[in-house]
């Protein structure tokens, strides 16, 4: 059981991560090419970030919560 709070915890840190590759990249891009609709992409992207880091630290205290049962 613990092991699938760990592997849920680790895809949210890969969410996490690509989505502030994706921020990074869509800035340097905005520098180039201006789009009106950066801030809402980057909105978006930021939303994402931040509820995968949640998700991840929610999964791994679970995955500590049931090694403390066993």
């Not at 699938?4 to 840190?13: E, H, R």
């Not at 520098?31 to 939303?47: E, G, K, Q, T, Y």
Request: charged share 20%; net charge positive; glycine share 2%.
């Amino acid at each position: 059981m613990k092991s699938q709070w760990l592997k849920k915890s680790q895809t949210a840190l890969g969410v996490a991560v690509i989505c502030v590759l994706f921020l990074v990249e869509t800035s340097l891009a905005d520098r180039a090419f201006p789009s009106p609709l950066s801030p809402f992409i980057w909105a978006a992207l930021s939303i994402a970030g931040v509820l995968a880091v949640v998700a991840y630290f929610w999964c791994r205290t679970q995955a500590r919560r049931v090694e403390d049962r066993e």
